[in-house]
């Protein structure tokens, strides 16, 4: 049985913790999830290609999008823009795909407020000491940026009420099987099927 | 981390969809659910064994349990009790174990008076055509019987109004690995854990 409209899932949580590296994972493994890819106006990390992990925009090209709504959420985050681009969302989930978004928290809790019937899982670092290890070995920033980060970081942790389901990265692969199954159960909650069901009473 | 109390999931569903066949597939299966032993007034089926599937009882056995408070729901079916141990299943959800009832519709909706917060999966099957299929194929109840049992289905199928989850019996190992992702995504839901959680921030 398929339902008509397909799940929005969310993935969040702080910078550092390792959104993009469980996506990257999830994204290897065989399931029929969509994924969108997000634009932004930071440049590329190492190994990473326009159209995969984002579109690189121009600060100008990014304001434009703003202005002519095309973005379903947007957000500056240290000095960057980061945003979903709507279309690709809305017609994934219309012909019945199941999307996931990775995004920062502030994004995520835009999105809440159009799509409340989404799924918004937080993705939790073991530890703070952790959280400030993975950025560090990211090299990628100063020390000053370091400890913005862990500030933002504490910040983001308290709005973890908002999300629904709360998954620790502590290996990859773990938090890869629990979205996987969080995907799954999520498609057989009662409120989602029960229309499908009645009718078969009736046969 | 480890919450301290375990989730009580009641695995329920018309008779002949498969509920002793799924919860006997998933005993097998290598996971931390305890699995809770009803007791009956029933005769056992070919293949049943004490204590496996069920206590069996005589019916003033079992009513003097019923008199003792010693059954967390009983419900009468098709003219045999069944019930539920009340101590096994409240020592397994104190020391921070997962059990898994499996039970008729009437004492699935009597335990959700006690444990609103347990986690109620309705395992359906993919036709009612299917279901009567099911119930002939075992051979052990008279047309009459059958009749009556089709009956309460439909009446059982309306009730799924009650439960959190719905999950086909299409292909037993699909019900397993969906019932599976269900325990594993309710052990991340955020309310579970988020008290756990708060604590990290003040490092």
Same mark, same amino acid.
């Given at each position: 049985m398929k339902r008509e409209k397909g &799940? &929005?899932?969310v993935l969040s949580g702080p910078s550092g913790v390792g959104k993009g590296t469980v996506c990257g994972a999830? %994204? $290897? /493994?065989?399931? =029929?999830?969509r994924y969108s890819v997000s634009a932004t106006t930071r440049a590329p %990390?190492?190994? /990473? #290609?326009?159209?995969v992990n984002y579109f690189y925009k121009s600060k100008a090209e990014f304001e434009r999008m703003i202005q002519d709504g095309e973005l379903l959420e947007y957000a500056q985050y240290v000095e960057n +823009? !980061?945003?979903?681009? %709507?279309? +690709?969302? /809305?017609d994934m989930l219309a012909a019945g795909h199941d999307v996931i978004l990775e995004i920062e928290v502030q994004g995520a809790l835009q999105v809440k407020e159009t799509f409340p019937e989404g799924v918004f899982i937080f993705l939790m670092p073991p530890s703070l000491n952790e959280l400030r290890s993975r950025i560090e070995e990211r090299g990628t920033e100063t020390a000053d940026l370091i400890d913005n980060r862990m500030t933002v970081a504490k910040e983001e942790i308290d709005l973890?009420?908002? !999300?629904? +389901?709360?998954? *620790?990265? =502590? /290996?990859? *692969?773990? #938090?890869v099987e629990?979205?996987? #199954?969080i995907v799954t159960a999520e498609n057989?909650?009662? =409120?989602? &099927?029960?229309?499908? !069901? $009645?009718s078969l009473v009736e046969e």
């Open positions: &799940l &929005l899932i999830l %994204r $290897k /493994e065989d399931t =029929d999830i %990390r190492e190994g /990473e #290609a326009e159209g +823009y !980061y945003g979903t681009p %709507r279309s +690709y969302v /809305e973890m009420d908002k !999300y629904d +389901y709360v998954v *620790e990265n =502590d /290996e990859v *692969e773990s #938090a629990r979205i996987k #199954a057989c909650k009662k =409120d989602r &099927l029960i229309h499908l !069901y $009645k």
